[in-house]
């Protein structure tokens, strides 16, 4: 090849402090660096925020050579390209969005050696023309980065990650490293796979959040209970609100915006222009709150971002642990608060059931689910349970709200029995089934015009649980529903039916421990770790 750049320094370090200007290495980042500097493979799992990009910035620039980055993330390759030109160090980027003219001045200067970093999409690697231009120049080093889309399961799933095994059998001996900040062990099992990763170093950083408090609370009026969050504890702050639809993204900025907070939608079906201009927005302007659908928020490096808000229920805690870490990344304390109710395990349930994909796509997903679930209703530490749930052991937190104010337990047995025989008698006696509220409304022994309708007043179990509130009753399916121990129907009206492991529980053999609703919602001080 023509012109291979010249290293601007052999030693790592040297080039953390001229061209990043960086004291030390962060963690993990030294042995990355070491491994790929030598030409080995490396797979990096480090939480968002953790600092994955020098992994592979400080090796292209001390290898001979062009870093190649393959990243989907091409919305922020124009400002990744522009940060690294800030500091001197010669990137650019071939993506779908560029104008052929520009597409060829980039190629240029690849081809003579100019280029420290190349940052490509996936499709645009995989068109034989770049596959031939890359052919024709030098290559530093191969960096994959979000490297958990090349498995199927998980929630950014992008078809042209199966391919990148191309990489390591075309250009033998060059070195590859793939990050990702998903860090459960069956997605890394996969990119090892898939990527053909076998000989890599795993580097495998904690992926702990010490500056992020983690709250989760019952739901009641979502949109208001954020809007109280704001006011009390996050006046003035960046933030990002995470809401399940379109729809209610808007009505949330919205709401939002007329109660005197700034807030911008963001999500799929926004023109293009309006999301760009909303997302750079958001990334310049201080104080601006995001309402967004996940579509929003990979590879976004906003430091300042003090809450990350849920209204509706993540579908894994992988999304949640990943929505949540956009919080906080320049280290300081930082709100991670979701409210979760009933509704929210009814509509994930169903929306499971009627999924498409086979059996063992849908156990999948439930298993998320049961897991996301899981961290909902738990009486220990959130953190705790979350590192538990990524294989890392850690003591209680000591910040989030279990810590706080441990919730209590109570002996929901006889609750969990009067519900479910509610929901056999009904089926069995009179071949009917219902959703939650009027099954509810029975046990409470109200009279609505519905209950009067179908004559459930001659039922046995009719006012059987008048000894709980409305609000109670929402606690007890809500947790059983969580346990596996009532299950909902695929016809989209939130049906109850019983379970297999119901069985256990009307007959008594099983006995069912609940979560007390916290009196109020819990409002920690600032968490005392950060
Ligand atoms: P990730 O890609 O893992 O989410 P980044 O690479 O964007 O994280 O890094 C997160 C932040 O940490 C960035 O602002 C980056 O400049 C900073 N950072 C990374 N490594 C170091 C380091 N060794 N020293 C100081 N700051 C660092
Ligand atoms: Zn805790």
């Known amino acids: 090849p ?38 080995g493979d490396a797979l990096v799992l480090m939480p968002t925020g953790g600092g994955k990009s020098l992994c592979y910035q400080v090796p292209s620039l001390v290898r001979p050579g062009t870093g190649v980055v393959i990243s989907p993330l091409i919305a922020l390759m124009q400002d990744q390209v522009d940060a690294l030109s800030a500091l001197g160090v010669a ?151 995470y809401c399940l639809s379109r729809a209610s993204v808007e009505q949330t900025a919205e709401y939002l915006s007329a109660h005197g907070v700034p807030a911008l939608p963001y999500h799929a079906g926004l023109d293009r222009a309006v999301r760009a201009a909303n997302q750079s927005r958001f990334l310049r302007e201080d104080g601006l709150v995001m309402v967004a659908t996940i579509a929003f928020g990979m590879g976004i490096d906003k430091p300042d971002v003090r809450f990350v808000a849920h209204l509706d229920l993540p579908k894994s805690v992988e999304g949640y642990y990943q929505e949540t870490g956009r919080a906080g990344r320049d280290g300081l304390p930082s709100t991670a608060w979701l409210a979760y109710g009933l509704q929210d395990v009814v509509q994930q349930r169903r929306l499971i059931d009627s999924s498409e994909g086979d059996a063992a796509h849908r156990r999948r997903l439930s298993a998320h689910l049961d897991a996301m679930l899981a961290l909902c209703e738990t009486v220990t530490c959130r953190r705790a349970q979350m590192l538990a749930y990524f294989g890392e052991e850690s003591g209680p937190c000591g910040a989030c709200d279990t810590c706080l104010e441990p919730p209590e337990t109570w002996d929901g047995t006889v609750a969990a029995q009067k519900l479910l025989s509610a929901i056999v008698r009904l089926e069995r006696e009179r071949g009917q089934r219902f959703g939650a509220g009027h099954l509810i409304d029975v046990l409470l022994g109200k009279a609505t015009p519905r209950v009067e309708q179908l004559g459930h007043r001659s039922l046995s179990v009719f006012g059987v649980g008048a000894d709980l509130s409305d609000g109670e009753w929402r606690g007890v399916v809500r947790q059983l529903l969580a346990q596996g121990l009532v299950g909902v129907d695929g016809d989209g009206y939130g049906t109850l039916r019983t379970t297999p492991a119901s069985a256990d529980v009307l007959s008594g053999a099983r006995t069912v421990a609940l979560r007390r609703a916290p009196a109020r919602a819990t409002k920690p001080a600032r968490s005392r770790r950060a």
Request: proline share 5%; net charge negative; glycine share 6%.
């Open 2 to 39: 023509s012109g291979a750049r010249a290293p601007l320094a052999t030693d790592p370090l040297e080039v953390l402090h001229r061209v990043f200007g960086y004291e030390a290495f962060r963690g993990a980042q030294a042995e990355v660096v070491d491994t790929v500097v030598a030409g």
């Open 91 to 241: 990137a650019g980027f071939l993506n779908s969005t560029q104008r052929p003219d520009e597409r060829a001045a980039v190629e240029r200067a690849f081809l003579a050696g100019e280029l420290d970093l190349l940052y490509l999409a996936p499709e645009r690697l995989f068109v034989p023309s770049t596959m031939a231009l890359l052919d024709r120049g030098t290559i530093a080093l191969f960096a994959i980065d979000e490297a958990h889309c090349v498995s199927q399961w998980g929630h950014d799933f992008r078809p042209e990650y199966l391919q990148l095994s191309v990489l390591h059998e075309r250009w033998l001996g060059v070195p590859r490293v793939a990050l990702t900040a998903t860090a459960t062990h069956a997605t890394r099992t996969e990119i090892v796979e898939r990527l053909a990763l076998h000989d890599a170093r795993q580097v495998v950083a904690s992926f702990d959040r010490p500056n992020i408090t983690y709250r989760i609370v019952p739901k009641d009026n979502p949109r208001a209970q954020v809007l109280d969050l704001i006011r009390t504890e996050h006046a003035g702050d960046a933030g990002i609100v």
